[in-house]
């Protein structure tokens, strides 16, 4: 009886292994495809900056961008203000807390993958008061 057991496990899982492609599991539906947003987030998290972002993302709209664009910013903004920047700003006394501030918003800003976006950077500097030099 065990022998039997052991061959149609055997069978089974050659099969599995002949029939079903590496990854299958792991893909999504065919009909199902990842938003903008998650698809940017993702490029951003391995390593891609803006410029490469929106290269790989060519084909969408410029009002697709925007969007998306507008949806990052936000995001930014509301971690930064979720790290409770604003008294981190008012207690800091030093030039170093300045810059370990700085740091914080930079990497936000890299994570959400909008290094060159100049809107995000002034949107910082007016709720924060704080400019951000060399980015």
Do not use: C
Request: no cysteine.
């Amino acid at each position: 009886m065990a022998f039997k057991t052991k061959v149609v496990l055997v069978v089974l899982l050659a099969a599995l292994l002949i029939g079903v492609p590496p990854g299958l599991g792991q893909q999504p539906p065919a009909g199902k495809r990842d938003n903008l947003y998650s698809i940017w987030l993702k490029l951003s998290m391995m390593g891609h900056n803006q410029s490469e972002i929106e290269g790989l993302l060519a084909g969408i709209t410029d009002e697709q961008l925007l969007r998306l664009k507008n949806r990052l910013r936000r995001d930014v903004l509301a971690t930064l203000m979720q790290l409770n920047l604003n008294s981190e700003i008012e207690l800091s006394r030093t030039e170093q807390d300045l810059v370990m501030i700085r740091d914080k918003i930079r990497t936000e800003i890299r994570f959400a993958g909008l290094e060159n976006d100049q809107l995000l950077q002034r949107m910082i500097r007016h709720k924060f008061g704080i400019s951000l030099q060399n980015i």
